[in-house]
């Protein structure tokens, strides 16, 4: 017998969610960590104008493409800002290797988000992914105005996600709305080229990966070669497209927020069809966040007294440097 796909969820049934879909997407999350969604109100024809402007942006040669590369963005944007922290624009061909195996993964992409002005506070305290798109000139005015559309539209759907995950959670409907006021959301576009016919069965379009942030809204075309791992028959299966349909997936910020109880599952693209693929993901994982982390009083203060009771020259400068000098403490994401 085939091993069990993930399951197509609903989502018509929202208003209020019946307890059928709430159970339906609790065994999603801890079972796959992926579904599908159908009926989820994102308009047919604002997806395939995502997909057309993807299409044309992957049509300009090289050269135009390498122009907007997310490396050479902040040239030309005000002096203050030195470097690219906004994650916007080109990534060439085999940029990502996630399983360094082959010279790289066989997916080009650019990458957008909300776009945001240079002087706009979260940009000028350099939070993370905050900042301003880059749009190919060549594709004119219509290529910002689908992606600004079609931004706007997929956040709130992932807001309406979070909405559904807490209920499945048994906590307050509302628990994630202060964490979507000013979120990181990360539009993809997506270009995987065929696999050649006698390639090395180590090519892949893209590797085997878990996702970052909170959840990840997918949309693919028709080609096929999305495949999530089955923990419970330890095999690869293939999420079949579904015209319209979103495919769904939690990442590793989620799995770790319900403390292991959902899933960040592994998937990969492998592209046999002989034909290009286009996908479009939308990266949710919420605000960027304070300067520092959350941390817990009982780790705070272990943190205080490692300060206090550790090895060191007890000198003046030890104390000056006060506290959260620890990476324990004042830490990286």
């Known amino acids: 017998m085939a091993a069990k796909e993930p399951p197509i969820i609903d989502f018509a049934r929202t208003h209020p969610p019946t307890d059928k879909l709430i159970r339906e997407l609790r065994q999603a999350c801890e079972e796959f960590g992926f579904f599908q969604i159908i009926n989820h109100g994102i308009p047919a024809d604002l997806q395939a104008s995502i997909l057309t402007q993807s299409k044309a942006l992957f049509d300009l040669p090289l050269e135009v493409k390498e122009a907007y590369n997310k490396g050479k963005f902040c040239?030309?944007?005000?002096?203050?800002?030195?470097?690219?922290?906004?994650?916007?624009?080109?990534?060439?061909?085999?940029?990502?290797?996630f399983e360094k195996r082959t010279a790289g993964d066989l997916k080009e992409g650019f990458y957008l988000g909300r776009n945001r002005s240079v002087d706009d506070p979260d940009v000028i305290a350099r939070k993370f992914a905050q900042g301003p798109n880059t749009y190919p000139a060549e594709l004119g005015a219509q290529f910002p105005a689908v992606v600004e559309r079609y931004h706007a539209a997929l956040t709130g759907l992932a807001e309406g996600i979070l909405f559904m995950l807490a209920r499945t959670l048994d906590l307050e409907e509302g628990v994630f709305q202060a964490f979507c006021e000013r979120p990181v959301a990360v539009l993809g576009l997506l270009h995987y080229l065929p696999q050649e016919p006698g390639a090395s069965e180590l090519e892949r379009g893209i590797g085997a990966h878990t996702d970052f942030g909170a959840v990840t809204i997918l949309l693919q075309d028709t080609t096929g070669g999305l495949q999530?791992?089955?923990?419970?028959?330890?095999?690869?299966?293939?999420?079949?497209?579904?015209?319209?349909?979103?495919?769904?997936?939690?990442?590793?910020?989620?799995?770790?927020?319900?403390?292991d109880r959902y899933l960040s599952n592994l998937h990969r693209v492998i592209n046999k069809s002989g034909k290009e693929r286009l996908s479009v993901p939308f990266f949710f994982s919420g605000n960027p966040g304070p300067k520092y982390p959350p941390i817990t009083v009982g780790d705070w203060m272990a943190g205080r007294y490692a300060d206090t009771y550790g090895k060191g020259q007890g000198g003046i400068g030890e104390l000056r440097r006060g506290p959260g000098v620890n990476s324990q403490i004042s830490g990286e994401a």
């Open 75 to 97: 040239s030309s944007l005000h002096a203050h800002i030195d470097s690219n922290p906004f994650n916007r624009g080109y990534e060439r061909l085999r940029s990502q290797n």
């Open 228 to 259: 999530v791992w089955n923990n419970l028959s330890s095999t690869w299966v293939d999420v079949t497209p579904i015209t319209g349909a979103y495919v769904v997936n939690l990442g590793n910020m989620m799995m770790r927020w319900t403390n």
